[in-house]
């Protein structure tokens, strides 16, 4: 009997995958709930499960390919034979003391089988397909993500250097007795590579260009004064972390800002819908996370519930979702509102662009220390500047001021968090 492997449900708003690569080979056995194929979406990746024991029989869509819910990627044969080859033999299932007297075949098809998944386990689902198009074994990249995970940028590191050594050394033969030889070389050592560009990626430049197009966006600056959240992390970091195990970090305090900003100016936590205006009364604040296909949002919903622990907690947890690649769907639908700190990567000064629907996003920076003016003298302080992208459309310029003004009065004075936030 044959079972169907199908794309599955993808989540809100997704309705379209790309199939990354094949897991399995036609022939090869596998076993309910083992993974097959993977997928890639808008949003994130997914692996799809044999619902049965058996062999992937047939393979009807290709990597490379895109692909809706409900359609047919392969076909699982079930039966005695599905089964023997799961067991690595073809009479187990019909004469099982036979296999006292020659257990020597057996132990080498399980033995050699489980090294390929500890292999695939360090290395990035990115890094994975990249290995896979490159033809690259994983096991010969060293890799330098958290604790030796290999990346997107380990492989092509190591096509790189693994590419130009062979050629270089068969180039000078050719070159004095035939010119067309030469050429092909000297192309490849310049180093020009083709990828394709994968769905997350088409998706982003996609409703970047969105944003710009239909959104009449503009961008208000402001810069804020460190110092007071600076000394209180200083004074309260030690006690915070032996509580909740957890040190205080800087977006916890802007995730409040924003917080108690937008309740003071509901346009920005709106969304346009043909020709009405939905403000929403709760606060599910998106927070940018760099990965290696580009930003993706997590949210934290009802962000106005919860304590700067939380906070701390759930930017954690996305962060180590990212660098395992384990972001659901579900952690990025919705957000009202997004906060993106490009500080993190060293940018002194951003104009973020919107995450549509939304019609305000805001941008930190770094922090650096400069002279400003203050009580008539030229202090230092550690100054951070400030960016608020807005749809003029339903947000007018003195809201958006007003707005980040907000920010920088509840940043600089923290207790006012307590209060506002």
């Known amino acids: 009997m044959s079972v169907q492997i199908t794309v599955p449900a993808l989540g809100e708003s997704v309705v379209e995958a790309t199939i990354a690569r094949w897991l399995k080979q036609e022939g090869d056995a596998v076993k309910a709930g083992e993974a097959v194929v993977a997928l890639e979406t808008d949003k994130v990746d ?51 003391e036979t296999t006292v007297p ?79 030889v030469a050429s092909s070389p000297a192309a490849d050592v310049r180093g020009e590579t083709r990828q394709r560009m994968t769905r997350r990626r088409r998706t982003i430049a996609e409703r970047l260009v969105q944003a710009q197009q239909t959104a009449a966006m503009l961008t208000t600056f402001n810069e804020i004064d460190m110092s007071a959240v600076m000394e209180l992390r200083k004074r309260r970091n030690e006690s915070f972390e032996k509580r909740y195990g957890l040190k205080v970090g800087f977006m916890s305090f802007f995730t409040k800002a924003v917080i108690g900003a937008l309740k ?22 998106g927070i940018a996370v760099g990965a ?65 629907p939304q019609v305000g996003i805001l941008g930190m920076h770094k922090i650096q ?13 550690p100054m951070m500047y400030v960016a608020l992208s807005y749809d003029h459309r339903i947000v007018d310029g003195r809201e958006a001021v007003q707005f980040l003004v907000k920010v920088k009065e509840l940043v600089e004075e923290p207790e006012a968090l307590l209060l506002e936030g």
């Open 46 to 96: 997914l692996e799809v499960p044999a619902e049965k024991d058996g062999v992937l029989s047939k393979i009807t869509r290709q990597a490379g390919e895109d692909v809706q819910i409900g359609d047919v990627l392969g076909l699982i044969e079930e039966g005695v034979g599905a089964a023997s080859a799961a067991n690595g033999t073809g009479k187990a299932s019909a004469t099982p």
């Open 102 to 180: 020659t257990p020597e075949v057996p132990p080498p098809a399980q033995e050699t089988a489980p090294p390929e998944p500890a292999k695939e386990e360090r290395a990035t689902p990115v890094a994975k397909r990249v290995a896979a198009d490159q033809g690259v074994d994983l096991s010969a990249v060293s890799g330098a993500g958290p604790g030796g995970r290999v990346t997107k940028q380990d492989v092509e590191n190591y096509v790189r250097t693994q590419q130009p050594v062979p050629q270089p050394a068969s180039a000078p033969a050719p070159v004095a007795t035939s010119t067309p």
């Open 292 to 356: 290696e296909e580009g930003l993706v949002v997590p949210v934290l919903r009802n962000a106005d519930r919860l304590s700067f622990a939380d906070i701390e907690r759930a930017i954690k947890e996305f962060s180590q979702k990212v660098q395992k690649g384990t972001l659901s769907v579900e952690d990025l639908r919705g957000g009202t509102f997004t906060i993106t700190n490009g500080g993190i990567f060293g940018s002194l000064l951003s104009t973020p662009i919107l995450n549509l």
């Open 264 to 285: 003071a100016f509901p346009p920005l936590n709106a969304e346009i819908q043909g020709d009405e205006i939905v403000l929403k009364r709760y606060y599910d604040i």
């Open 369 to 381: 220390e400069r002279p400003i003016a203050l009580s008539g003298q030229v202090v230092i302080r």
